[in-house]
C-alpha cells in the first residue's frame, strides 16, 4: 500500500500542481468532479444496466397498478408488496458495483484531504511563552504487545524545533507525550527511537495557505495507509502503533465547512453533482 501510495502522491503532485497559483478551492472542485464522471463511466460498464431498467420499469409499473385499482385491496397490497421487492433489487443491482469503488473512492479522498484539510502550525521565537496552548503535543501508542517499549522512548528533534515540555512516558499503557514548538518554517522531521526501532513524523510549519500534503498522524496497517498517504504507514513489526499530532484547519473559501470534514463533505457533494449532470449524456442507467 505504501508504494501505491507513493505513485497517488506524484501523480496528484503533477495534477494539482497547475491548479495551485488559483486555489485550493477549484484543484477540489475539478478532481471531484472528474472522479464524479469517471466513476459513473466505471460503474456503466461494471453494473448490469438493462437489469437496472427494468426493475425501474417494472417499479413504474407496480406503481401504475395501485393507482389504476386503487379500490382493489388484494391488487393493492400484492401490487406493494411487487414494489418493494422490486425496491430491493434496485438497490442490490446499484450498491454492488460501488463496492470496487469504495478503494479508489478512498484514495482519491485521502488525497484531498491530506492536500487541503489542513494549515501548517504556527512559528514562534525561542523565549516566547509556550504555556498557553501554542505548543504542539504528539503522542506515541506502542503495540499491546510492546508496551514495554514506551520507557526507552527517545525523541531526536531538528534545527528549527524546541521542546516544550519533558517527554512523558507511561510504559503501563504503552503511551508517551511530548510538546514542542517550531521556531522555523519548514518540513521538519522528528525522530522517535525507541530501543532499536526509529519512526519519524513530520511538522509542517509556517507558510500558511501553500498546498503541501500533511497528516496529522501515522499509524500501522493498510487502513492507516488508506487514510493517510502523506506519510508511509509503519511496518508489522514495527513497535510503534501510532504517533499523532493536531493541525490547524484550512479554510476551503466558498466550499462548505472546513478542514478534513468539509473536503469530504465537498468532495461527496462536488463528485455527485457532476455525475448526475452527465447521467443523460453517458446514458448511465442508475
Known amino acids: 500500500m505504501n508504494a501505491l501510495n507513493s505513485a497517488a502522491n506524484a501523480l496528484f503532485d503533477l495534477l494539482l500542481a497547475p491548479l495551485e497559483a488559483v ?3 477549484l484543484a477540489l472542485t475539478l478532481v471531484s468532479g472528474i472522479f464524479g464522471v469517471l466513476a459513473l463511466v466505471v460503474f456503466k460498464h461494471i453494473s448490469w444496466q438493462d437489469g437496472i431498467k427494468g426493475t425501474k420499469d417494472k417499479i413504474k409499473g407496480h406503481m401504475i397498478e395501485i393507482r389504476i385499482y386503487q379500490d382493489d385491496l388484494g391488487l393493492v397490497s400484492r401490487a406493494i408488496g411487487k414494489v418493494l421487492l422490486r425496491n430491493l433489487q434496485y438497490v442490490v443491482l446499484n450498491f454492488g458495483p460501488f ?3 469504495m478503494v ?6 485521502a488525497q484531498l ?12 521565537q525561542v523565549g516566547e511563552d509556550h504555556m498557553a496552548g501554542s505548543a504542539v503535543t504528539f ?8 508496551r514495554a517499549a514506551a520507557g526507552d522512548l527517545e525523541l531526536e528533534l531538528p534545527d528549527g524545533v524546541a521542546l516544550a515540555s519533558p517527554l512523558v512516558r507511561i510504559p503501563g499503557q504503552g503511551r ?20 532499536n526501532s526509529r519512526e519519524t513524523k513530520l511538522l509542517h510549519a509556517g507558510a500558511e495557505g501553500v498546498q503541501r500534503e500533511m497528516q496529522p498522524e501515522r499509524g500501522r496497517g493498510f487502513l492507516a495507509a488508506l487514510l493517510w498517504p502523506a506519510e508511509e504507514a509503519f511496518s508489522g513489526d514495527s513497535p510503534f502503533e501510532l504517533i499523532r499530532t493536531v493541525y490547524p484547519e484550512r479554510d476551503l473559501g466558498w466550499l462548505p465547512g472546513a478542514g478534513p ?7 461527496v457533494l462536488l463528485s455527485m453533482l457532476f455525475g448526475f449532470a452527465a447521467l443523460k449524456p453517458l446514458g448511465v442507467q442508475i
Open 23 to 25: 486555489g485550493g478551492w
Open 99 to 101: 463496492i470496487p469503488l
Open 104 to 109: 479508489p473512492f478512498g484514495m482519491v479522498a
Open 113 to 124: 484531504v491530506v492536500r487541503y484539510g489542513f494549515e501548517p502550525v504556527a512559528v514562534q
Open 139 to 146: 503522542e506515541v501508542h506502542f503495540a499491546d504487545s510492546a
Open 176 to 195: 508517551a507525550f511530548v510538546e514542542v514548538v517550531a521556531t522555523e518554517p519548514g518540513v521538519h522531521e522528528l525522530v522517535f527511537v525507541s530501543g
Open 261 to 267: 470534514a468539509g473536503v469530504l463533505i465537498a468532495f
